[in-house]
């Protein structure tokens, strides 16, 4: 069973930095690709930025690119999303997702994702 535990979310100022973790457990990994999304109340679930765990290749959305990082650690299994010069509207609980038949371009896409975190809540103060 897949199980996708994430960690790290908090409260920061405005231009602060925050570091999440998603720890991957009950299968290999190799060819899959790991998103993190995020959803503000009341709106939708969107994409920040994905990574594929064989060859490290990414992907951000506009609004994330040159503040955010996101990596993986193969032997420990997690993915980690590096957040800086943050911005009150980066407040959203963020979540960690799993895709197990990750193609070109459906990275983006929440409904292309198997596996998802129960999510961590990150807010940013003005």
């Known amino acids: 069973q897949v199980q996708l535990v994430e960690s790290g979310g908090g409260l920061v100022q405005a231009g602060g930095s925050l570091r999440l973790s998603c720890a991957a457990s009950?299968?290999?990994?190799?060819?899959?690709?790991m998103g993190w999304f995020r959803q503000a109340p009341g709106k939708d679930r969107t994409f920040v930025a994905a990574?594929?765990?064989?060859?490290?290749?990414?992907n951000y959305a506009d609004s994330v690119k040159g503040r955010f990082t996101i990596s993986r650690d193969n032997a420990k299994n997690t993915v980690y999303l590096r957040m800086d010069s943050l911005k009150p509207e980066d407040t959203a609980v963020y979540y960690c997702?799993?895709?197990?038949?990750?193609?070109?371009?459906?990275?983006?896409?929440?409904?292309?994702?198997?596996?998802w975190g129960q999510g961590t809540q990150v807010t940013v103060s003005s």
């Open positions: 997702a799993a895709d197990g038949q990750p193609s070109s371009n459906s990275y983006y896409a929440p409904a292309n994702y198997d596996y």
């Open positions: 990574i594929r765990w064989f060859g490290g290749s990414t």
């Open positions: 009950g299968r290999t990994f190799s060819g899959w690709r």
